[in-house]
Structure formats: C-alpha cells, structure tokens
T-cell receptor
C-alpha cells in the first residue's frame, strides 16, 4: 500500500463543474502540499496545509489531520484547469512523499 | 525575487556519458531537495542537502549518482555513465531555513539518454 493514495486517478469534467480530488495518507506528517503539473511542464505549488482550510481564487484545499485525509476542490472548472494534480506529504525529516497524481481534463 | 532555477532545461546524453544538472535555490534558501520523475511514474525523493552537507540521501541510487551543494554556487546532481533508464525529469526544490515545510520547485531538467 502506498503511503499516499489519491482518487480518482483520472477525472473528466464539463466546464463549470465543481471538482473534488481526494488524498489519503498513512504516515505522520508535518504538512501536506497540493501541486499542479501541466504535460511536459514544471511543478507549481498550489497549497501547503498543516490544518484546516485554505482558499485561493477558485481553488480550495482542506485537511483533516485526525482522519489523515485532504481534499482539493475546484469551483467553476475551466479547460485551463486541465493538468495533473499531485498530493504530497511532508514526513518528519523534510522529504516529500508523493501520490500518483490525478489527471484532470475539463472539456468546454 | 527569482524562483528556483534549473539548467539545462533539456539535456541529451549518450549512454556512458556524464550528466550534470544544476539547481540554484531561491535567494536566501539554504535547503535543496532533488526529486526524479520517471516516464509514466510519480515523483520520488532522491536527496536533501543543506550548504556543504548531505542531510538525507536515502532516495539516491547506490551507484553512479552523487549530489553536492557547495558553499558558493548551485547544487549539482551528477550522474556518471548514464544508462537509458536514467531518462527522466529531475526537479529541484528549495526551502528557507525558517520554514522547511515550504518547498518551491524549479522548472525541471529533462534528461534523455540515447
């Protein structure tokens, strides 16, 4: 079992839909990151969370430390949101452990 | 404040050659991390360095790979005698001393071994 599990692996949505990507982890962590990667592109850090909820524009990230679970929500999705979204946890010791990623495609 | 810089962005090497990948952290950051993304696979931790010290190299292959972060200049990931299986995207991230939970990623170096 991977330390970081993401679901779904693939997600296709219509423009305007509300999207949720989930992340569960099995180890103790000091922080959790949500990252975005476009095909052949670099990695953009969207959020770093250690508790609660953060919002940036149409993106919302939440974390429940007791349940070892985090969600990334995209409201009013747009084709430019199409990318791979990666959950990564910071284990004590400073290294990130990554989920396999969720491939999101938003159709117009 | 420039972000994390990596060069080259693309590197092609023949089998048996050496590859040197460079990473300049954000200004004021003294922690550097290297990650590898193999084709169709997720990102994996390789090594964590502070200036002049390797802190954690538990993700580095045992042979042919080495990393350094000298007092002056960029961090270098060196791969000797490259093989086709080394073809991947190599990402560097940096974090400030005050908050090592924050990591800022560079654009990556895409290594192709022919």
């Amino acid at each position: 079992k991977n330390e970081v599990e993401q679901s779904p692996q693939n997600l296709t949505a219509q423009e305007g839909e509300f999207i949720t990507i989930n992340c569960s982890y099995s180890v103790g962590i000091s922080a959790l990151h949500w990252l975005q990667q476009h095909p052949g592109g670099g990695i953009v850090s969207l959020f770093m969370l250690s508790s609660g909820k953060k919002k940036h524009g149409r993106l919302i990230a939440t974390i429940n430390i007791q349940e070892k679970h985090s969600s990334l929500h995209i409201t009013a999705s747009h084709p430019r949101d199409s990318a791979v979204y990666i959950c990564a946890v910071m284990e004590y010791g400073n290294k990130l452990v990554f989920g396999a990623g969720t491939i999101l495609r938003v159709k117009s | 404040n420039a972000g994390v810089m990596q060069n080259p962005r693309h590197l092609v090497r023949r089998r048996g050659q050496e590859a040197r990948l460079r990473c300049s952290p954000m200004k004021g950051h003294s922690h550097v991390y290297w990650y590898r993304q193999l084709p169709e696979e997720g990102l994996k931790f390789m090594v964590y360095l502070q200036k002049e010290n390797i802190i954690d190299e538990s993700g580095m292959p045992k042979e042919r790979f080495s990393a350094e972060f000298p007092k002056e200049g960029p961090s270098i990931l060196r791969i000797q005698q490259v093989v086709r299986g080394d073809s991947a995207a190599y990402f560097c991230a940096s974090s400030p001393s005050g908050n090592v939970n924050e990591q800022y990623f560079g654009p990556g170096t895409r290594l192709t071994v022919t």
